[in-house]
């Protein structure tokens, strides 16, 4: 709770500043009385009169860009740089084990990370984003990228 003493000190007033415990009871209560509220359709039979029921959702048009998109036969950037990346990957794993310089090994893997920092400011998901590669980790890695 905020009191005026409070208030005096903060220099904000008492309906800005929130209380976590009634918005944490508050929260409960409206959880129950939803769970309550789908329960009773539930119980009344509401689940079996749906119109879609039994049908398989179309996602597609939920998403009308990537409809357009996947129509297009267009990859989003994300996916473009992914496939770019997995192929580098491959050629720098091809030039490991030919013996190539390493000079241009750590060129090629400068570049692949600079692609997956690009990679990671475009994927949808946080949890989508990869760790920068190494010489000494390339090749777990590669199975990420397939």
Not at 21 to 42: K, N
Not at 58 to 80: M, R, Y
Request: glycine share 6%; net charge negative.
């Amino acid at each position: 709770m905020f009191f005026k003493s409070e208030e005096k000190k903060s220099g904000m007033k008492s309906e800005v500043r929130e209380d976590a415990a009634q918005t944490i009871l508050h929260e409960r209560r409206t959880g129950d009385v939803m769970s309550q509220i789908f329960a009773d359709f539930e119980k009344n039979g509401g689940y079996e009169s749906l119109s879609a029921k039994g049908r398989p959702l179309d996602i597609k048009s939920h998403d009308p860009l990537g409809s357009v998109l996947a129509n297009a036969n267009v990859l989003p950037a994300w996916l473009t740089i992914q496939h770019e990346i997995r192929d580098q990957i491959q050629v720098v794993m091809n030039q490991m084990e030919s013996g190539e310089s390493d000079e241009l090994i750590d060129k090629g893997i400068i570049e692949i990370n600079i692609r997956i920092r690009k990679y990671n400011t475009l994927v949808p998901i946080p949890s989508m984003q990869r760790n920068v590669v190494a010489r000494d980790s390339i090749v777990l890695q590669y199975p990420k990228w397939i």
